[in-house]
């Protein structure tokens, strides 16, 4: 199975912190990998690290086998590697089709982007109810919607996910997770970070645990999901 993003000894610090401490993961191509972790473990510094919104201080980063340390998120996502960010940061004073306009801002098939937009109001049918309202003024839910179909309308070939459904609804969780579903079974390889563990390692094939900036456990999603250790810090059991 093709190896599309490998990390390996990555370490991040910033504000005299040692925030990540030599970690590493691989994601092959067609997975849905969950990376879980209590608040404050480094899931999130991981991503940034790895998009290159933050740098790494040590490690290496690799995607489709060529390192990318040090590469911004613009040359990243050309490349294939987009990112739904933790707060969703949808573009508040533009509407929902601007948004997606947006995100194929690294393409020029107006066609085929005019397609995928619909194709968004498919996976997404309540984007389409409201395309020309702001989205600053949706739900948090909806934004989170938002924020997903603007990354996969650069037609990615890995999507990362940084908490998903943090701050939803318990409804509009089952939504984000269904909706995860589906964007993984139409052939999207993602990688997702998630403090709700039980849901991410239920729909994912493989997991990683991550503790205090180290990972601390790997392996079948499914077997972990069963795990004492992981039930009884994670699952409240």
């Known amino acids: 199975m093709t190896v599309l993003l490998k ?4 370490q991040v ?3 005299g912190i040692q925030a990540v401490k030599g970690i590493d993961f691989e994601v092959h191509e067609g997975e849905l990998v969950s990376l879980i972790g209590s608040n404050g473990a480094g ?3 991981t991503m940034k690290a790895i998009t290159g919104t933050l740098p790494a ?3 290496d980063i690799e995607y489709l086998g060529k390192s990318i340390r040090g590469q911004g998120a613009w040359d990243l996502v050309k490349q294939g590697l987009a990112m739904v960010p933790e707060g969703r940061g949808v573009f508040a004073r533009m509407t929902i089709t601007e948004n997606l306009q947006m ?3 690294v393409r020029d098939d107006k066609a085929e982007i005019d397609k995928d937009i619909e194709k968004m ?3 997404f049918p309540r984007l389409r109810e ?3 309202q702001l989205a600053g003024t949706m739900s948090g839910g909806e934004q989170q919607m938002l924020a997903m179909g603007r990354a996969l309308m650069s037609r990615p070939k890995v999507l990362l996910l940084d908490e998903p459904s943090m701050g939803l609804s318990p409804i509009m969780v089952d939504k984000i997770f269904e909706v995860v579903r589906d964007v993984y079974a139409q052939g999207v390889t993602i990688m997702l970070v998630e403090q709700n563990a039980s849901r991410a390692l239920a729909i994912a094939n493989r ?3 991550m503790e205090s900036g180290i990972i601390t456990m790997s392996g079948d999603a499914k077997v972990m999901l069963n795990d004492p250790k992981v039930r009884a810090a994670y699952l409240g059991e």
């Open 130 to 132: 409201r395309k020309d």
């Open 103 to 105: 995100g194929a801002y």
């Open 57 to 59: 201080s040590g490690g």
């Open 121 to 123: 109001f498919v996976i």
């Open 207 to 209: 997991g990683y645990v």
């Open 7 to 10: 990390v390996k000894g990555l």
């Open 43 to 45: 899931k999130t510094t």
């Open 13 to 15: 610090a910033y504000g």
